[in-house]
């Protein structure tokens, strides 16, 4: 930070732990790669309600980490990589291990632009089952899909608990999945007009659940 940004002495900083702690600081010594900083105040932040989930199904090139990037800086608490069935991406072995490390270095790396006390958990990648059943663990789950008839600004969201946000991959969201999900408890809902790309769909949803729910 002191090379990066150029911080001196006076300058305010805040620090975060990535777990909800966060330190306000003022710059007292600056250094070639390192900062003295002298704590003003120390806080813990609340624990968010309703907690944010956003099941990202795998995307080819880097449409998913930009999902993953903005969904962070849209204040997301949870990312579940979807191995789905139109999923051009397959994650297996050594390939799925980077693949997985790659999504949290984007978390990691969109929380600390966009300065937030946490860091959201990137869950291991799930199939139909393991996804239907985190649905039917939720308070309220919800489906992005194009010929869905309820529009996502017609749902209110629960004041405590999990609002789990399920978006496909390219190819869209399968007619089996669709099935088993809804079966589960899964509500489909759409955006609006028009079809967004699998990187946007997730960032645009969250934006409107904020507005909803008052942005937590």
Same mark, same amino acid.
Request: glycine letters at 6%; a positive charge.
């Given at each position: 930070a002191a090379d990066v940004q150029r911080l001196q002495p006076g300058e305010p900083v805040l620090l975060a732990d990535g777990a909800g702690r966060v330190a306000r600081c003022t710059v007292t010594g600056a250094h070639r790669g390192a900062l003295d900083l002298s704590v003003e105040e120390l806080r813990d932040e609340p624990e968010p309600a309703p907690r944010l989930v956003l099941v990202q199904a795998l995307a080819k090139g880097d449409r998913d980490l930009l999902a993953v990037e903005s969904a962070t800086e849209l204040d997301v608490d949870e990312v579940v990589p979807w191995q789905a069935d139109r999923s051009i991406v397959r994650w297996r072995g050594e390939r799925g291990e980077?693949?997985?490390?790659?999504? *949290?270095?984007? %978390? &990691?790396?969109?929380?600390?632009?966009?300065?937030?006390? *946490?860091?959201?958990?990137?869950?291991? =990648?799930?199939?139909?089952? %393991?996804? #239907? @059943?985190? =649905? *039917?663990? %939720?308070? /309220?789950?919800? =489906?992005?899909? @194009?010929?869905?008839?309820?529009?996502?600004?017609?749902?209110? &969201?629960?004041?405590?608990?999990? =609002? &789990? /946000?399920?978006?496909?991959? @390219?190819?869209?969201?399968?007619? @089996?999945? /669709?099935? #088993?999900?809804?079966?589960?408890?899964?509500?489909p809902v759409r955006l609006g007009r028009t079809v967004l790309r699998t990187s946007t769909a997730g960032a645009a949803a969250l934006a409107a659940l904020h507005t909803l729910g008052g942005w937590r």
């Open positions: 980077k693949a997985h490390r790659r999504w *949290r270095q984007a %978390a &990691l790396a969109a929380t600390k632009q966009s300065r937030r006390a *946490r860091v959201p958990h990137v869950a291991v =990648v799930v199939g139909r089952t %393991a996804l #239907a @059943e985190r =649905v *039917r663990e %939720a308070d /309220l789950a919800l =489906v992005l899909h @194009e010929v869905a008839t309820t529009p996502l600004t017609d749902v209110s &969201l629960p004041a405590q608990g999990e =609002v &789990l /946000l399920v978006v496909g991959p @390219e190819g869209g969201v399968s007619p @089996e999945e /669709l099935d #088993a999900l809804a079966a589960a408890g899964a509500r």
